[in-house]
DNA sequence: AAACACCGCAACCGCATATCA
DNA sequence: CTGATATGCGGTTGCGGTGTT
């Protein structure tokens, strides 16, 4: 019903490729392309199924691909994906270029997946054995406090992935629900979308999994070096990623991983972070932009009951735009409406299309949008990032707050002050002592370590 | 040198999903 | 809308090469 043939019911060769069913297959196919699979061995003179040619060419005869031993930056890169996305190797060999899903498949199976287990880490939820420490026979303390240092950070990394999944499903249903929406009425404005999404539709591409323009985002923070000389922004672009592994959601769980760490809380899965109990409140839009479009209160903060407490000299203002010339970016808006608003550089970043010049990028702030937004919002403090403890009351979540990022629905992917009362947002803590103490380099060499370990581990065993 | 064990990888199998009529 | 067909994907198999006893 439905199925196509086996190759056995029509009689058609099975097993290993010879040169001449290669030559004849490559031949045909650059002349004619592949077409229908179906009828593309009659056409081409072969004794084989389609479903075999069409494996043998993407997998062994295709021109882009890259064959031989896979290098430590490929080896990272499989790793990190597995450890969001499992599985799944057709959207893991998407992001390595040249490379099949079949081949990273097998490299997975007969190489990474060994190094892992043999380090004490689980290769399919990526979480710690019950013994990782004496797993390896080792006993010396300072291969011991290594261990303990990497797995630390193969938490960090489970709970971001953990945080990926739970976006996934997230940002599916919110995606259903906006084009459900579109479909049924045309004179409601769409639901708030997830600003990643917004991209991908812009483009008019197929919807990618958000985790890896997460992971995108990530790797750009670590690749482009920050260009603005005021510490809060340095760290702020990477802590995007940090701001991702806080946004959690319990009612989601991961279908593979189930990672936690004896006696520790979600905010504990993150070992190097320590958490306060921050009390949260909601405020509406339009309440907050009343204030905030007053140029008496440039600097407001909304404290722990809620009440806006002005002057504030505490925070940072982040707003973005499409380019320099835009006067419907937020800040542009902001000063159009208000230009007697005067918030001096350390304040205000505007980010430029893309161009990174003022060293942020959309992607890092429409992390950590999405990220505040997705549970009720993290804290960033313009040093570090605290754990979020608090709830969120539709689309508006209000922290103490010092450092204020938004997202808007009107269509576009900008990430704004918010203007408009469709608007969402989410206000960052200003932080009160509560301290994350991730440094820039603990960060950028979170898998180069891992990595040292691996081959430590291959040289051990 | 032979037998055996292990490993890596190409290829296959069957299910899920997309597309078409 | 439904069923038929095509394609894609992930799990698994089996063969050839290599290492070990």
């Not at 380090?119 to 290594?146: C, E, L």
């Not at 205000?348 to 992390?367: K, P, Q």
């Not at 539709?394 to 707050?401: H, I, N, W």
Request: glycine content about 6%.
């Amino acid at each position: 019903m439905g199925r196509s043939p086996c190759c056995e019911k029509v009689g058609l060769k099975k097993g290993p490729w010879t040169p001449e069913e290669d030559q004849k297959l490559m031949s045909y196919i650059e002349k004619h392309g592949h077409g229908s699979w179906r009828a593309l061995p009659s056409k081409a003179g072969l004794q084989r199924c389609g479903k075999s040619c069409r494996l043998r060419w993407t997998n062994y005869l295709r021109p882009d691909i890259k064959r031989g031993k896979f290098s430590l930056q490929e080896e990272q890169t499989i790793i990190q994906l597995h450890a969001l996305l499992g599985n799944r190797w057709s959207a893991i060999a998407a992001q390595l270029p040249k490379r099949t899903d079949n081949e990273i498949k097998n490299y997975w199976n007969t190489h990474l997946k060994k190094r892992l287990t043999r380090m004490g880490i689980d290769p399919t939820t990526h979480k710690p054995k019950t013994d990782p420490i004496g797993a390896g026979s080792d006993t010396n303390s300072a291969s011991q406090s290594k261990d303990l240092a990497n797995l630390s950070h193969m938490a960090q990394w489970e709970n971001a992935r953990l945080e990926a999944e739970a976006r996934l499903v997230r940002e599916s249903k919110l995606l259903l629900q906006a084009q459900q929406t579109q479909q049924t009425t045309t004179t409601q404005p769409p639901p708030a979308r997830l600003v990643l999404n917004k991209i991908t539709a812009a483009q008019q591409q197929p919807l990618l999994p958000p985790c890896l323009d997460v992971l995108k985002a990530w790797q750009n923070s670590w690749s482009s070096k920050p260009q603005l000389s005021v510490p809060s922004r340095e760290n702020f672009k990477m802590h995007s990623m940090y701001a991702m592994m806080l946004s959690t959601d319990e009612n989601l769980e991961s279908p593979t991983s189930t990672l936690c760490f004896p006696g520790s809380g979600s905010s504990a899965m993150l070992p190097i972070m320590s958490s306060t109990t921050t009390s949260a409140t909601t405020i509406t839009v339009d309440a907050l932009n009343e204030n905030l479009l007053n140029p008496s209160l440039t600097k407001t903060k909304i404290d722990s009951n809620g009440t806006m407490v002005t002057p504030c000299d505490e925070g940072v203002f982040i707003t973005k735009g499409g380019n320099n010339n835009e006067t419907d970016s937020s800040w542009y808006m902001l000063k159009q409406n208000n230009p007697e608003i005067e918030l001096d550089d350390d304040e205000i970043v505007e980010n430029n299309n893309n161009n990174n010049n003022n060293g942020f990028r959309d992607d890092d702030i429409m992390v950590a949008v999405e990220a505040f937004r997705g549970r009720g919002g993290g804290a960033y403090d313009g040093v570090n990032v605290v754990p979020p403890t608090l709830s969120s009351t539709g689309d508006v979540v209000v922290m103490e707050a010092g450092l204020i990022c938004s997202s808007n629905n009107n269509g576009d992917d900008d990430a704004h002050m918010p203007y408009d009362s469709n608007d969402t947002l989410a206000i960052i803590n200003d932080g009160d002592g509560s301290i994350c103490n991730v440094s820039l380099e603990e960060n950028k060499h979170y898998w180069n370590t891992i990595l040292n370990l691996v081959n430590d581990a291959q040289v051990m065993f």
